[in-house]
């Protein structure tokens, strides 16, 4: 498969790659971009073993780092590509910033915000899932696989 520049493909690679760093430090291997005009603003993976911090999902180390970067709370012109659907923590949060598209690979049916419905998101939110989602989800089988 050939990838076209900035197109969702694109971009889940690169938070692909987040994860896979994720993985090699023995974090659950979620990664994060945040997109704004066509330019990663930010990029994370999750912290929470390294940080001893429960909340430290990709997600929302995505979400500071792109603030800072704009220099402003709002992400409203920012799109969220994320291997993992959102916990229901992270699209509480992303209702905060809100961020006008998150885009997911692969579903997470114990964990996601998909339980509590669209609600939990901005309602000017949009929702893309299932980019790229055999391959999010190939690499967290993998990581789990590995603890067991």
């Known amino acids: ?12 690679k690169e938070a692909l790659k987040e994860a896979r760093i994720a993985f090699d ?12 005009n066509d330019k990663i603003i930010a990029r994370a993976h999750n912290l929470t073993e390294t940080l001893n911090d429960v909340t430290a999902h990709a997600e929302m180390q995505a979400f500071t780092s792109a603030a800072n970067t704009m220099g402003a709370k709002y992400l409203n012109e920012c799109s969220l590509y994320v291997t993992l659907e959102p916990c229901i923590m992270c699209a509480g949060a992303s209702y905060w910033t809100q961020i ?13 915000f998909h339980l509590q419905g669209k609600k939990i998101l901005h309602p000017k ?23 067991r």
């Open 125 to 147: 939110t949009n929702i893309k899932k299932g980019v790229l989602e055999s391959e999010c989800s190939k690499l967290l089988k993998e990581f789990f696989n590995k603890k």
């Open 1 to 12: 498969m050939s990838l076209t520049i900035f197109s969702d493909e694109y971009f889940m």
């Open 25 to 36: 430090k023995d974090e659950v291997p979620v990664g994060a971009v945040i997109v704004f």
């Open 100 to 112: 006008s598209t998150i885009i997911y690979g692969a579903p997470d049916p114990k964990r996601g």
